[in-house]
């Protein structure tokens, strides 16, 4: 059998193509190498693999960074949380979730549709819940100590959009409409859309001040942070996503 270095098949267009396109399940794993079933988190490769804000980042491994999910049907992300850090509220269009902590605590929100009950939840170290396909959710770290957690998914292509930054992605006049305010803050809806911070955030200002962290770095609208790179786990300097 050929051999390929791991994550070295990430973003092989050809090689994606010839999966999606092989007749039997037989022929895609034929087509791919023993390392070609071998992800490192640890090294993401190249792309919007790894997402970065002032309170941590996640990596994530789905059908375009790790081929051989082709045909599985699942996918899946770590999150590295430092303390105070909040993975602000977004949705996955195409799968459900499940999230277990591996380290440290969680607090988790989610919102299935309008007239459902928002279900709120503690999730300490081995605990897991469920975000269901669409629902508006959101986890964050309300300790000084770093949180890890992995989230699955029923998708090789679960897909993500951060709720706010989608909303402030529509025309300033629908925006002012759904809020019933010409501003924000004394700001235009167009200024204030511009410091809405890169995921993964940080929390509120009681936990800032508890685990004595500066928020003076101001973060941009779903790109790099002015900040450095979070320390908590795996990094690197790729795209967000």
């Known amino acids: 059998m050929a051999t390929r270095d791991t994550n070295s098949s990430a973003n092989n267009q050809d090689l994606i193509n010839s999966l999606v ?8 794993i034929n087509l791919l190498t023993a390392s070609d079933f071998v992800y490192d988190f640890n090294e993401p490769p190249p792309g919007d693999s790894v997402t970065t804000g ?19 049907g699942v996918s899946m992300t770590l999150g590295f ?18 999230n277990v902590v591996v ?36 986890e964050w770290n309300p300790t000084c100590d770093p949180a890890v957690f992995v989230a699955g998914f029923a998708s090789e292509d679960p897909g993500v959009e ?6 402030f992605e529509l025309d300033e006049q629908v925006v002012q409409a759904d809020l019933g305010v010409d501003t924000l803050n004394g700001e235009s809806i167009e200024d204030f859309k511009n410091k809405l911070p890169a995921n993964v955030a940080l929390f509120v200002e009681q936990c800032l001040k508890t685990c004595n ?4 770095a ?7 942070s002015s900040a450095p790179s979070s320390a908590w786990g795996p990094s690197s300097s790729h795209g967000q996503h």
């Open 162 to 167: 951060q709720a706010a930054q989608s909303l």
């Open 218 to 224: 101001t973060p941009n609208q779903g790109g790099e």
């Open 213 to 216: 962290i500066d928020q003076d």
């Open 103 to 138: 380290e440290g605590q969680l607090k988790t929100q989610f919102v299935a549709e309008n007239g459902v009950q928002p279900i709120f939840n503690t999730l300490n170290k081995f605990q897991m819940t469920v975000f269901p396909q669409g629902s508006l959710h959101t």
């Open 21 to 28: 396109l092989a007749a039997t399940a037989a022929d895609r």
């Open 54 to 72: 002032l309170g941590g980042h996640t990596v994530k491994a789905d059908r375009k960074l790790f081929p051989a999910l082709i045909g599985t």
């Open 81 to 98: 949380l430092g303390p105070c850090a909040f993975n602000t509220p977004h949705v996955h269009p195409r799968s459900s979730q499940i």
